[in-house]
């Protein structure tokens, strides 16, 4: 799917969080810039959170709590470890589990191999301008793109 500007992101991002139960897994790929904490500020749009959604990337972990479903938000970005990379993930899916969230991941390549339902969004440059997504849903049949 081509998506043009952010409006389109975050519409893209709503779209899909009405797909999404308490515990899905959603995993976010793309290069740096793509656009990945704008998708899941759609996310949370569409799961009507409150909070400002930012990126995690220091923090690690990001929990919003006043949508209509709890969101958890991860960017693996700065893990070079995988260990670490496992823990983080463990213990924010114990804590998805017990709140019944759901858990985007930024930057999911070192714990990818160790889950095993799943979104899967693949962002890339588009040729001249914009982006494109392609999602697929846990039984990984190709949803849209």
Known sequence: M???NLEETLNL??????????QSIVLLQGPIGAGKTSFVKGIAEGLSISEDITS???A????????????????????E?????KEVF?????EAIQR??????????????????FWKIEISYA????????IRDPKNLLTFS
């Not at 040729?127 to 392609?134: A, L």
């Open 13 to 22: 991002g709503k779209k899909l969080s009405n797909k999404l139960n308490p």
């Open 56 to 58: 995690p990337t220091f």
């Open 100 to 117: 019944q969230a759901i858990v985007v991941i930024e930057w999911p390549e070192l714990i990818e191999p160790i889950i095993y339902d």
């Open 127 to 134: 040729k001249n301008y914009g982006r494109h997504y392609e």
């Open 90 to 94: 463990f213990s924010e899916e114990e």
């Open 2 to 4: 081509f998506v043009e």
């Open 60 to 79: 690690l972990s990001h929990h919003y709590n006043s949508g209509r479903i709890p969101l958890i938000h991860l960017d693996l970005y700065r893990l």
């Open 81 to 85: 470890n995988i260990s670490i990379a």
